[in-house]
T-cell receptor, first 110, second 117 residues
Framework: TQLLEQSPQFLSIQEGENLTVYCNSSSVFSSLQWYRQEPGEGPVLLVTVVTGGEVKKLKRLTFQFGDARKDSSLHITAAQTGDTGLYLCAGAHARRALTFGSGTRLQVQP | GAGVSQSPSNKVTEKGKDVELRCDPISGHTALYWYRQSLGQGLEFLIYFQGNSAPDKSGLPSDRFSAERTGGSVSTLTIQRTQQEDSAVYLC???????????????FGPGTRLTVL
C-alpha cells in the first residue's frame, strides 16, 4: 500500500513555465521532506517542513506543508532545464522509517 | 569520507545466485538505512541500523534478504537465491542521529544497480 501519493507522475514543460507537484496522504506526519534525484545518483534533500501550514522558499522553489500535516506541495516558478529530475516526497513518523512517495519525473525542455 | 559510498555500482547476476552489496556511510553517522528503488519509482524501505540497537528489519521483503553492520560503520546487504524481481537500484543512506527525527537529514549513496538475469 502506497501511503504517499504524488501527482502528477510525469510532467514535461517548457523552460520558463510554472508547475506544482502534489504529495498527499491519509496519514499525519511529524515532518515531510522533499528530495530531488538525478539519474545514477541518490536523492538529495531539498527541504524539511515541520509545522502544519508552513511555507518554505528555496530560490524558485516554494514548499508548503498542509495544515493537517497530511499533504504537501512543491511549486517551481520559471522552470529551468537544470530543474529536470525525479522529485520525491517523504513523510516522517517518530521512530519509523521515512515513507517515500512514488515520485514525479520532471522534464524541462529548452 | 566526503559522502556515502556504495559498491559495486553495477551488479549483474544469474537467477539463484547470492549477491552482497556494500555501503560505507559518512564517518560519525550512527544511523544507516537501506532502500530499494525500482526503475523511476519511489524508495522502498528495507532495513535500518541505529548504533548498537537491534536493527529494524520490518521492510525486508523476504528471508532471502539480510543485512549486517560491522563495528557501527560499514554495512553489507545480502540477497540469497536472487530472483528476477530483485532487480532494482539498492540505495544506502546515513544520518547523524536517530531515525526520521523531524529535522534529521539522510545522505544517500549513488546506489548499486542490480540486474538478475
Amino acid at each position: 500500500t502506497q501511503l504517499l501519493e504524488q501527482s502528477p507522475q510525469f510532467l514535461s514543460i517548457q523552460e520558463g513555465e510554472n508547475l506544482t507537484v502534489y504529495c498527499n496522504s491519509s496519514s499525519v506526519f511529524s515532518s515531510l521532506q522533499w528530495y530531488r534525484q538525478e539519474p545514477g545518483e541518490g536523492p538529495v534533500l531539498l527541504v524539511t517542513v515541520v509545522t502544519g501550514g508552513e511555507v518554505k522558499k528555496l530560490k524558485r522553489l516554494t514548499f508548503q506543508f498542509g495544515d493537517a500535516r497530511k499533504d504537501s506541495s512543491l511549486h517551481i516558478t520559471a522552470a529551468q532545464t537544470g530543474d529536470t529530475g525525479l522529485y520525491l516526497c517523504a513523510g516522517a513518523h517518530a521512530r519509523r522509517a521515512l515513507t517515500f512517495g512514488s515520485g514525479t519525473r520532471l522534464q524541462v525542455q529548452p | 569520507g566526503a559522502g556515502v559510498s556504495q559498491s559495486p555500482s553495477n551488479k549483474v547476476t544469474e537467477k539463484g545466485k547470492d549477491v552482497e552489496l556494500r555501503c560505507d556511510p559518512i564517518s560519525g553517522h550512527t544511523a544507516l538505512y537501506w532502500y530499494r528503488q525500482s526503475l523511476g519509482q519511489g524508495l522502498e524501505f528495507l532495513i535500518y541500523f541505529q548504533g548498537n540497537s537491534a536493527p529494524d528489519k520490518s521492510g525486508l521483503p523476504s528471508d532471502r534478504f539480510s543485512a549486517e553492520r560491522t563495528g557501527g560503520s560499514v554495512s553489507t546487504l545480502t540477497i540469497q537465491r536472487t530472483q528476477q524481481e530483485d532487480s532494482a537500484v539498492y540505495l544506502c543512506a546515513s544520518s547523524r542521529t536517530r531515525l526520521a527525527a523531524s529535522t534529521d537529514t539522510q545522505y544517500f549513496g549513488p546506489g548499486t544497480r542490480l540486474t538478475v538475469l
